[in-house]
Every structure is written in C-alpha cells, then in structure tokens.
C-alpha cells in the first residue's frame, strides 16, 4: 500500500512540474518580443512613407515595407518599419497598409530584431 501511495504521489509531482516548465517556457517566448521594443518618450510624425506592404507577421505586429516614388512609379523598398497592431487589425503576409484619412504614422520607438544579414533595428510605427 505505501509503494502505491509513493509512486501515485511521484507521478502527480511529475505532471505538476512538466506543466510547471512549459508554463515558464511560453510565458519568456511571449514577453521575448515585447522587449525587443524600445519606446520613445515622445512618439514623433513619421513622414517617409503612408504605404507599407507587409512581409513577415510577428505577434501583434508586422515587418513591412515602406512606399517608395521614383520617376513617377511607387513601388515598395522603402524602409523597413515594424508596424503595431491596434488590438483590432490582424496582419498577414503581402497586406498593404495605407493609413486612413485624418490619421497619421508616427514612430513610437524601434523594434530590434534578427535577419539573416545580423540585427537591425527599425522604426516602431502606429496609425493613430
């Protein structure tokens, strides 16, 4: 009876501990992104572009690419911006973005993240 007892306990004791771990692991990949992020004190109007093409979703928001005018063609290989969701707006693969109407892109911070070609660091744009 003691045997059954210690080894029912040790099994209880495993699952707690195993989901114990995978509840750590998620909770560092979830912020891991968040502090990729460095916020200004005082979010600026950023002017560049008011067209992006999406191309790689990242949780709660998006690399894209600028807008860009050349000889009368717009095309987009403008600068890359990280583009912050408004809770609302989910983003996918190839979207363009054109901010509405009576609101403007403004650079919030810059968004650290790693490419094939090293770290780069990009501006953190919200519609608002």
């Known amino acids: 009876m003691k045997k059954g007892l210690i080894f029912f306990l040790g099994i209880i004791t495993g699952c707690l501990l195993t989901f114990g771990g995978l509840f750590v692991i998620a909770s560092v990949q979830n912020s891991s992104e968040e502090t990729n992020i460095t916020y200004a004190e005082h979010p600026s109007a950023f002017n560049e572009a008011t067209k992006f093409e999406v191309f790689q979703v990242l949780g709660d928001g998006a690399l894209a690419n600028c807008e860009k005018h050349e000889r009368g063609i717009s095309f987009f290989s403008g600068p890359i911006v990280y583009l912050v969701s408004d809770g609302q707006t989910q983003y996918y693969d190839d979207q363009i973005i054109s901010v509405p109407q009576g609101k403007r892109a403004m650079q ?16 953190v744009i919200k519609i608002q």
């Open 108 to 123: 919030t911070g810059t968004y650290r993240y790693q490419s094939q070609t090293g770290v780069r660091t990009v501006p």
